[in-house]
């Protein structure tokens, strides 16, 4: 036992829990947990951003990029408040966060004192867990309990600390329940479900194989009932790097964040098998499927299809056990097609990413990024069309990971996404890839990548415009009103800040930059990277409902769809004509 500043405490529970750095911005009602934390600076470092939003955004990504809890802060009133957007993002993609909210002192609460609030009910729907401590002691024990609950519910946690409460003398015992935040109860794996799956997978004509994110830790085993099984494989969006992108038989994820291949061969398919994944948008496929649905969680089963199969069990060792099925499937016609499908795809985005003669296009810039990224790089996405472009293209094939905002779908969550990734991984090369639009949102924290010195490529991809946005107004017949945005010189912007930039326009311009990104990399650079890239204002193609098979969706809808995108027969014809030529 010790005695010292419940604010230390706290910190050292955050210690406890491997936790090392923390976002946010200290202020009167915040301050004695900070200082706190400046006991423990040793140990746990106080990252300042620029921006309390930007710290919880971090905090989101860091928790999805490690898998250990991220942590942000905020003042009472404006500071916290700031932080919801952050919280928000954790929330819906089920992300465990701690955050820590500041209040006025006790002695003056319920005196509408200055920037006090009643800020439970603020908190009460985005955190599984929100308590407001009464008193110095309860500290680090709800803190602990905050933290464990962030991790059971993979959500949000929020613990509201009365300032003078932080800065009272305790006397501190480490806890002795341990830190089991690691530890996962796997489900048994019923072998007569694995055979009744597997008899179901070899009666079918077109079986496909679909994964999410809770098929992150079985790659290995992914690729072996795909090959075995003679399967093409989708994943979800956010699980783009949980089978290998450069494997004959993945096809890339459906949606407008997908693929052509994606999308007509799950569409002509009579068996889906989904595991680790509860994805939303497969009502809208035809219901004349075979259903199986792998899950761990009772309550996704059937959530989004009423499934024929369903199976509780952990997606890593359901398909470890399928892997060993003695079936191995012959190389059907619709695998072969739906692989020459892709090649052609694939064949088609390396096209548009050469041609520059009307300026730059956004292939053109994924394509240098890909080829002048590492094998573990990490890449923090933004949303927008950026994202369409980079789920298209960007490899991982290796040891490469990511961090998105899928489910709430928050633009600026790139910056800091890439912000975390470099404070989690110093040693691996780290990108992030927004809009012109996303980036402006969160630019001032390119200071915080200045000031701690972490050499991050971020690439705007600037086009002048909320292109994500502009689709949707041409689908719906609307004036492109109000998505037009003022431009800027990024990079020259980002040499005023402190950081290096670069500005490019076409090709050979975007070739030099990266060989000055890659000597500098080379060189030891600690200093951020802005790569302004002046792209066309493209529409890019819309992958979630691809109608060129002319017998399902008819000639005027086939010939109209090319006719918007661009595309011909012979560079990309249909799934079905593939078929008829094999």
Same mark, same amino acid.
């Given at each position: 036992m010790a005695t010292m500043m419940a604010g230390q405490a706290l910190a050292k529970v955050l210690e406890k829990w491997d936790i090392d750095h923390v976002y946010g911005i200290t202020a009167d009602s915040i301050n004695n947990t900070v200082d706190g934390l400046y006991q423990e600076r040793d140990q746990i470092k106080y990252i300042q951003v620029r921006h309390e939003e930007v710290g919880a955004l971090a905090a989101a990504a860091d928790a999805k990029l490690t898998g250990t809890i991220g942590?942000? /802060?905020? %003042?009472?009133?404006?500071?916290?408040? !700031?932080?919801?957007?952050? +919280?928000? =993002? $954790? &929330?819906?993609? !089920?992300?465990?966060? +701690? $955050?820590?909210?500041?209040? %006025?002192?006790?002695?003056?609460?319920?005196t509408n004192f200055f920037q006090e609030m009643n800020q439970d009910p603020i908190f009460a729907d985005v955190a599984e867990f929100h308590k407001q401590v009464v008193n110095a002691d309860q500290i680090p024990k709800v803190i602990d309990e905050a933290i464990r609950s962030a991790y059971a519910t993979k959500s949000v946690s929020v613990v509201i600390l009365p300032d003078d409460l932080s800065g009272q003398e305790i006397d501190y015992h480490e806890l002795k329940t341990a830190n089991l935040s690691k530890k996962t109860v796997k489900l048994p794996v019923d072998q007569a479900e694995v055979q009744q799956v597997a008899e179901a997978i070899k009666n079918a004509k077109r079986p496909v194989m679909w994964l999410g994110q809770g098929a992150a830790s079985a790659k290995a085993a992914a690729v072996t009932v795909a090959e075995k099984l003679g399967m093409p494989v989708l994943t979800t969006a956010p699980a783009a790097n949980v089978f290998p992108t450069d494997h004959a038989n993945y096809m890339g994820a459906r949606g407008r964040l997908g693929t052509k291949p994606a999308f007509e061969v799950s569409q002509v398919s009579d068996l889906i098998l989904f595991v680790g994944t509860n994805y939303p948008f497969a009502r809208y496929m035809p219901a004349d499927k075979t259903i199986i649905q792998v899950n761990n969680n009772l309550a996704d089963l059937g959530k989004q299809y009423d499934a024929d199969i369903t199976v509780l069990a952990d997606a890593a060792a359901f398909l470890a056990s399928l892997a060993q099925t003695d079936y191995q499937a012959p190389v059907s016609d619709f695998l072969k097609a739906a692989q020459q499908d892709r090649v052609l795809w694939m064949n088609w985005l390396e096209k548009l990413a050469a041609d520059d003669q009307n300026g730059l296009r956004a292939e053109g810039v994924i394509k240098a990024i890909k080829d002048n990224s590492t094998n573990n790089a990490v890449f923090g996405l933004d949303v927008g069309n950026n994202t369409e472009w980079s789920l298209r293209q960007l490899p991982f094939d290796k040891d490469q990971t990511y961090a998105m905002s899928p489910w709430y779908g928050t633009m600026g969550f790139g910056l800091? $996404?890439?912000?975390?990734? &470099? +404070?989690? /991984?110093?040693?691996?090369?780290?990108?992030?890839?927004?809009?012109?639009?996303?980036?402006?949102?969160?630019?001032?924290? +390119?200071?915080? =990548?200045? &000031?701690? !010195?972490?050499?991050?490529?971020?690439?705007?991809? =600037?086009? &002048? $415009?909320?292109?994500?946005?502009? !689709?949707e107004k041409i689908q719906a017949n609307q004036a492109p009103y109000g998505i037009d945005l003022v431009g800027a010189d990024w990079g020259k912007a980002a040499t005023d800040m402190g950081a290096i930039g670069f500005t490019v326009t076409n090709l050979a311009e975007l070739k030099d930059a990266m060989a000055q990104i890659n000597e500098l990399q080379k060189n030891g650079n600690d200093l951020p990277i802005v790569l302004d890239a002046k792209i066309q204002n493209i529409d890019p193609i819309d992958t979630s409902f691809v109608p060129l098979d002319e017998a399902a969706f008819g000639a005027e809808m086939a010939a109209n769809y090319r006719e918007t995108y661009a595309i011909s027969a012979e560079d990309q014809p249909s799934l079905s004509e593939i078929m008829k030529n094999l």
């Open positions: 942590v942000a /802060f905020g %003042s009472a009133g404006p500071g916290s408040v !700031h932080m919801l957007n952050g +919280l928000y =993002e $954790a &929330k819906m993609d !089920h992300t465990p966060v +701690l $955050a820590l909210v500041g209040q %006025s002192a006790t002695g003056v609460m319920n800091p $996404a890439g912000l975390a990734g &470099k +404070l989690s /991984f110093p040693d691996r090369q780290v990108w992030t890839i927004s809009g012109d639009g996303g980036y402006a949102m969160v630019m001032p924290d +390119l200071l915080t =990548e200045v &000031k701690y !010195h972490l050499p991050v490529i971020n690439v705007v991809l =600037e086009n &002048k $415009a909320f292109g994500y946005i502009g !689709h």
